[in-house]
């Protein structure tokens, strides 16, 4: 073979292998944006920046409790509402900063699609632990709160986590749902649903790394 026809089957050869690389590039970008994941809709309003989370199905067996993901806004055309079941695909926004500090990524929504009513996820496991550091869910709530202490109650048929600080109280489920907040009104819905039910606590963490 020619020189000049070596060159041109190498080039043909290189524009082939680019073209097939283009090609898979392409259809894995596709497949991330395609609605490839379930998710439940989260009420997270009580929480400043928070608004509405998504809790992917993918990681509920996960040591984290299921990856919280904050969309960089919704659909026009798509209403969320708390325990909604949907189907989506996302990327990662990772030059944004948030106030939220509940999620774990921020994400850009490509692709959210309702699923029927009676869809269910699977089940979180009921969580007890007497290190909140150990527990993905509990650390960033500390963070959040910066609390004096943590105290784990029974409840129903698990357990609830109350972070009490000196301006703020958050209840969480042993799930890692946050239930409610009071800023101290023995008389708000916190106190009435939640607090005034809650018996026999045990201190599970307290300020400056002392423990119970």
Avoid at 52 to 77: C, K
Wanted: aromatic share 8%; net charge negative; hydrophobic share 35%.
């Amino acid at each position: 073979m020619t020189r000049p026809l070596l060159l041109a089957a190498c080039w043909l050869t290189m524009a082939s292998v680019l073209g097939s690389c283009a090609l898979f590039c392409e259809s894995k970008k596709d497949a991330e944006r395609a609605c490839t994941h379930t998710a439940t809709v989260l009420d997270y309003r009580e929480l400043d920046g928070c608004q509405w989370l998504l809790r992917l199905d993918d990681s509920l067996s996960a040591p984290r409790q299921g990856r919280l993901l904050l969309p960089q806004g919704w659909p026009e055309d798509f209403e969320p509402r708390a325990g909604m079941r949907v189907r989506i695909g996302f990327e990662p926004v990772r030059d944004v900063m948030t106030i939220c500090m509940a999620e774990d990524l921020a994400v850009r929504l490509t692709c959210i699609q309702p699923l029927p009513e009676n869809t269910r996820p699977q089940p979180l496991p009921c969580l007890k632990t007497d290190n909140p550091f150990e527990v993905d869910w509990l650390n960033r709530a500390l963070d959040r709160y910066n609390p004096d202490r943590v105290v784990r109650y029974p409840w129903r048929d698990g357990w609830a986590y109350l972070l009490e600080g000196q301006e703020t109280w958050a209840l969480f489920d042993c799930q890692g749902t946050l239930l409610c907040t009071t800023e101290g009104d023995p008389d708000d819905e916190c106190h009435r649903n939640y607090l005034n039910q809650l018996r026999n606590g045990k201190v599970i963490w307290v300020g400056e790394g002392m423990w119970d």
